[in-house]
Every structure is written in structure tokens, then in C-alpha cells.
């Protein structure tokens, strides 16, 4: 090598698209040429800047930097970089470059974190995917700052080498100082979920509850305002059984990709809940943005549930985006730089009203509503959508007398046990982390009696239902022969699953 152009660092570093891990090697050369920091390889604004912050850092740790031209690659060029978490591979490759540190420390060095002014190095979002993207990479030393090091040290087979400053990440480096490991975060289950025994009257829709919660249905709630759909809509994670290990890390990737999640945060096995505001955009929900789209609550609620609260309030363009995603388990968005896939593998629970003034059908109050607003409201539920609801519920207002009662349904707990029986039925028979709602039909006909098929296909075709309905109920079948603790599906399974899927006032314009 000509000495003249001094040393050629490479330090590893990690970007992400979407939840996909890929890696980058920051490439820092010094040679002759007029003073300054030329930084290529389509760094977006925030890793433009990391050369001032870089700088700053450097100087204020008591370390030179380079009166010659610095030239920054981040190879692969073609690859766009966002984020602040090339900081610190960058600091890193300028002192090996000015021979600040000895050439060979960054034989096998990954790193990733932001840096302050002060040379403290601080988590950036996404500390969890990168640490997982970093290790299925072929990492096996990962230099993260300290406070993200809980959450970087969850991915297994990965050394996670916590540094507060840059002055340590020097010493450590350069021998000076051991290396420190990192505890993992703590993996906690909250308890701290709604009673479903505080739902008054509402029979028929608590066993809706427990046949969503256990087979993973997608449950619509109509009716009029003050019968507890919401609330009953809000008990149902309660009923969920925990995540495992796997499935927990990669939800708390996604909410540290969305920068929802704190680096010393426990890891929750608990299905997270979104319940996003009618008001929300197509972006929000699915995802999207400038740059690298971000996930929106579809993604955020992924292994767990999306409540849509006030459902027809939604716009009618923005319902329908979630057709496909649903029908796939992931969330697809392409862009002119990049095309991302998240998971989206999700309950969605919807509560809606049958009319803009709510009281539609009801026997307590008349609706006020102008038929052709009851139209247009309607309208915004296209039909495939509310096909893709299996169980379809009409609630009625609450009687005095089921208020004033004591509580008549069973808690929580003992439903989710039945729940918790039942998913674990379909792991043993389809795979674990499978559900019923995932099953091909052709594989659950032959858990299905001839006599209940005939009946499902005779009743559906009567109501002149589509075949997405008749695949929809038989699982529903499936997970009622299940709480049954049937072998195989009858025709009391198939009567019960096809009172779910009656027509309501919302499919009835």
C-alpha cells in the first residue's frame, strides 16, 4: 500500500429494509487533497450529518482529526442508508484510517450506535433487528451502546459489547480496557389485562370472544351505542395465550424499528393490542412514508390484535387496504428506492354502529337517520372486506336488569385456558405457531363428517354467500369442534359457525 494514502479501514456496520438485515462496510480512506469529509454511498440526511457529529465527538474525546481529504464509502454504494446508527462504525474506520487505532482491531468489528457531541454513543432506533440482522450476518462481536445493549443482548449467539463513550470503545478496541458483557432485558408476562366477567349480558358475543381467541377469527361487533362492544372488543387480548420466545423478539424488533420501544424495556410476551383512531391514514395504517417506508398498526400489531374502533368512520380507501395484507400475512410497499415486506399476521377485531345515529334496529329508540345516509355509511364496508370477517355479530343493548345483576359470564382467566387448550390442539395438529384461521381448507375437509359439509354448502348457498365464506366458516367449524373437544367437525358445529355469518344490517344495503 502506498503510504501516502495512508491505511484503508473497514468496519461492518448494519442497515435495515424493512425488517431485513443488510450489511454495509464503512470504508474510510485519508490521501492528498484539500482538507475535508466527503461521505458517498446514498447516506440520506441523517447520516449526512454524522461527519459534523462524528467530528465534534472525535475532537472533544481528545482525538485528532485528519488535516487531508477523507473520503467516506458506504459500500454497497447502490444501497440506500438511513438512520444515525453509522456513527460509531464511522468514528471507528476514521481513527483506523488516521492510525489512531491499530489496523487490525477491525477484523471482525461490527458496530452501531449514535454519537453526541460529547463522544457519548446513544441508542438508535431499531437496536433489537440490527443486532438479529448483525448475527444472521455472520457478527459475532456487536459494539452497541450501553443503554440498548439489554435489548441487543435478547439475539442469541451474538456478543454484545456494551461502550458508553468513545473514549471506551478506543480502550476496548485498542486492549486497554476488557470487554464487558451484556444481560439480557427481562421477558415478562403482564397480568394486567381487563376481566372479560366485567361484560354484562352479551352471552352470545362473550362465546364469539373465546371462538376468535381461540381459532384467530377476525370478529366484527355491530350495534348501538353503550352494549359493550368496544369493551368487549378490548378483553379479548386477555385471551390470547402468550407469545413464545421467537415470536416475541420479532415483535419488539418491529416496535424498535418504529422507535415504540425503549432499550431497557422487558420483553413482553404479551400479543400487543393497536387500536389506531378512525381518523387514521392509509400510510398509518399500513405503512409507508418518505425514504424506507415505515410500518404502520397493521404491522405494529402483528401476532397480536388490531382494533378498529368505530369502523364505518374509516374511510372506505383506507378499509380496503387491508384486503390484501390480510389475505397474505404481510404487509408489501414499493417505493422508486426500495421495496419492503413486513409481517402482518394479525386478529382484527372491528366495532361499528349500524347507522350514523347508532340506533338502527334497535327496540329502545327509533333511528333518525335519512335512508340514503344510512347508504352511504354503510358503503364505506365494501362486501370482500366484510367477507373476511368470520364471525359477524349483532349485539343488542343492554337490559337494565343485566346491569343491575351481579356478573353473569366467567373470567378471563378461565376462558383463556380453554383458549390456551385449544391453540394447543392446532400446533399439534397443523404446526406449531398455526392457528386454525391459517389452515388450507382442503386440509381441514378431512377433519370435516360428509353430512357437515352438505350442510355448509346448502345453507351458504341459500344465503347466496360467496366460497370465501364457506372456507371461513368450515374453520370456524373447526375451532367449535375443537372447544368441543370433538375429533371432527359435525353438523352442531356447522349450525353454530353459520349463525355467525347470518346477514346483519351492515350487508343488507
Known amino acids: 500500500m502506498n503510504a501516502a494514502h495512508g491505511v484503508l479501514a473497514t468496519v461492518h456496520g448494519v442497515t435495515l429494509v424493512g425488517l431485513d438485515a443488510r450489511p454495509v462496510r464503512v470504508e474510510a480512506s485519508v490521501g492528498p487533497g484539500l482538507p475535508g469529509l466527503r461521505l458517498v454511498g ?5 447520516v449526512r450529518e454524522a461527519g459534523d457529529r462524528v467530528r465534534t465527538a472525535l475532537q472533544r474525546s481528545g482525538y485528532s482529526w485528519p488535516n487531508e481529504r477523507l473520503v467516506v464509502n458506504l459500500a454497497p454504494a447502490d444501497l440506500p442508508k438511513v438512520g444515525t446508527a453509522f456513527d460509531l462504525p464511522l468514528a471507528i474506520a476514521i481513527l483506523v484510517a488516521t492510525r489512531q487505532l491499530p489496523e487490525t482491531v477491525t ?26 440482522g448483525a448475527r444472521d450476518l455472520g457478527a459475532r462481536r456487536l459494539l452497541v451502546p450501553e443503554a440498548a445493549a439489554p435489548e441487543a443482548a435478547l439475539v442469541p449467539d451474538l456478543h454484545v459489547v456494551p461502550v458508553a463513550t468513545l473514549a471506551e470503545v478506543v480502550a476496548v478496541l485498542g486492549g486497554q480496557r476488557p470487554t464487558r458483557r451484556a444481560e439480557p432485558a427481562d421477558i415478562v408476562l403482564p397480568t394486567d389485562v381487563p376481566d372479560l366477567a366485567d361484560v354484562r349480558g352479551q352471552p352470545v358475543a362473550r362465546r364469539a370472544a373465546e371462538v376468535a381467541a381461540a381459532g384467530g377469527h377476525h370478529l366484527l361487533l355491530s350495534g348501538p351505542p353503550g352494549c359493550g362492544k368496544t369493551m368487549l372488543a378490548h378483553r379479548l387480548q386477555g385471551l390470547l395465550p402468550p407469545l413464545d420466545l421467537d415470536a416475541a423478539r420479532e415483535v419488539a424488533s418491529i416496535h424498535s424499528l418504529a422507535g415504540e420501544r425503549a432499550p431497557d424495556e422487558p420483553l413482553s410476551c404479551r400479543p400487543p393490542l393497536r387500536e389506531p383512531h378512525h381518523s387514521v391514514s392509509m400510510a398509518g395504517l399500513i405503512g409507508g412514508g418518505s425514504g424506507v417506508p415505515r410500518p404502520g398498526e397493521l404491522v405494529l400489531a402483528h401476532q397480536g390484535l388490531l382494533l378498529l374502533d368505530e369502523l364505518l368512520e374509516i374511510p372506505r380507501q383506507v378499509l380496503d387496504a387491508l384486503r390484501q395484507p390480510l389475505e397474505r400475512g404481510e404487509v408489501v410497499i414499493t417505493r422508486a428506492r426500495a421495496r419492503v415486506r413486513y409481517p402482518c399476521r394479525v386478529q382484527v377485531v372491528a366495532a361499528t354502529n349500524p347507522c350514523p345515529c347508532g340506533h338502527l334496529g334497535s327496540t329502545s329508540r327509533a333511528c333518525s337517520c335519512r335512508p340514503d345516509r344510512i347508504e352511504r355509511y354503510r358503503a364505506r364496508l365494501s362486501g370482500p372486506l ?14 337494565r336488569e343485566a346491569l343491575a345483576a351481579p356478573p353473569d359470564g366467567e373470567s378471563t382467566a378461565t376462558v383463556a385456558e380453554r ?33 357437515a359439509l352438505a350442510r355448509l354448502a346448502d ?21 367449535l369442534a375443537d372447544l368441543d373437544g370433538e375429533q371432527h367437525v359435525g353438523r352442531d358445529h356447522v349450525d353454530e359457525a353459520l349463525a355467525y355469518r347470518l346477514p346483519t344490517t351492515l350487508a343488507a344495503a
Open 42 to 46: 446514498l447516506p440520506d440526511a441523517a
Open 419 to 451: 383458549v390456551a387448550s385449544v391453540r394447543g390442539l392446532a400446533a399439534q395438529r397443523w404446526g406449531q405457531g398455526r392457528c386454525n384461521a391459517d389452515v388450507a381448507v382442503a386440509t381441514l375437509r378431512r377433519t370435516c363428517r360428509s353430512e
Open 459 to 479: 345453507a351458504l348457498d341459500a344465503l347466496g354467500a360467496s366460497a370465501r365464506a364457506f372456507d371461513r366458516a368450515l374453520r370456524v367449524a373447526r375451532t
Open 107 to 132: 477484523a471482525g468489528t461490527w458496530a452501531c450506535g449514535e454519537l453526541g457531541l460529547d463522544g457519548a454513543v446513544r441508542p438508535t432506533a431499531g437496536q433489537l433487528p440490527i443486532a438479529a
Open 386 to 399: 366484510l367477507d373476511r370477517f368470520d364471525l359477524q355479530l349483532e349485539l343488542r343493548a343492554v337490559t
